[in-house]
């Protein structure tokens, strides 16, 4: 089946400090890929939407200023968490939509972040 | 935002008995998709129902869907202390959202 995969898949970096996290579909385009976050013992939850070329479309509640994402080719989405701090920390999981099969959506095996 | 609320939250049962979940959605979907995650990992995909199927089966696990009443169902049938994990179901209408999911125990 599909894969994507994320990179790196955990990371931990002072306060304050930026921090990219990559994702890619590995054998199939993504025109439109999705960036969740989930904090401990919770659901995962939409933070935007890319799709490639164009910018990305936000949810309620998220500082897009704070988390950059940039979807800059049908493989590649990268999101940059700005100026982290400790309630950053997170799971990040991000997802690619095949643009084949436009039922399907994968799932990489997301990035953890500590924010000390 | 999340889609709607799964219940229970937390279930705990005995190896050998049946697990149900049950998760209701709130906006109109393409399809349902039920996932499952062990602590701290990424998510399996367990499986999918279209907007126009009521019922799938998949080895031990049975999924509803009544779009009337905008809700599913996942039954895992003979559990066994491997399925204890997360389980979510997530709605696709064009994106992919989540429920609250449920916590599953089972105990040996």
């Known amino acids: 089946g599909a894969v994507v995969s994320q990179h790196p898949s955990w990371v931990i970096c002072k306060s304050g400090t930026s921090v990219k996290i990559e994702c890619r579909s590995l054998d199939f385009q993504a025109t439109t890929m999705f960036w969740y976050r989930q904090f401990p013992k919770q659901s995962l939850m939409l933070m935007a939407t890319?799709?490639?070329?164009?910018?990305?479309?936000?949810e309620q509640g998220v500082e897009k200023d704070k988390f950059l994402i940039n979807h800059a080719s049908l493989t590649l989405s990268t999101l940059t968490v700005t100026s982290a701090h400790p309630e950053d920390s997170s799971f990040y999981i991000c997802?690619?939509?095949?643009?084949?099969?436009?039922?399907?959506?994968?799932f990489g095996p997301g990035t953890r972040l500590l924010v000390l | 935002s999340q889609q709607g609320e799964e219940d229970p939250q937390a279930l705990s049962i005995q190896e050998g008995e049946n697990a149900t979940m049950n998760c209701s959605y709130k906006?109109?979907?393409?399809?349902l998709q039920w996932y499952r995650q062990n602590s701290g990992r990424g998510l399996v995909h367990l499986i999918l129902?279209?907007?126009?199927?009521r019922e799938k089966h998949s080895g031990r696990l049975r999924v509803t869907l009544d779009t009337s009443k905008k809700s599913s169902s996942l039954l895992i049938t003979a559990s066994r202390a491997a399925d204890t994990a997360s389980y979510f179901c997530a709605t696709d209408g064009g994106d992919m959202r989540f429920g609250a999911g449920t916590r599953l125990t089972v105990k040996p």
């Open positions: 129902i279209r907007s126009n199927e």
């Open positions: 890319s799709n490639e070329g164009s910018k990305a479309t936000y």
């Open positions: 997802s690619a939509r095949d643009w084949a099969s436009q039922e399907t959506q994968y």
């Open positions: 906006t109109s979907i393409n399809n």
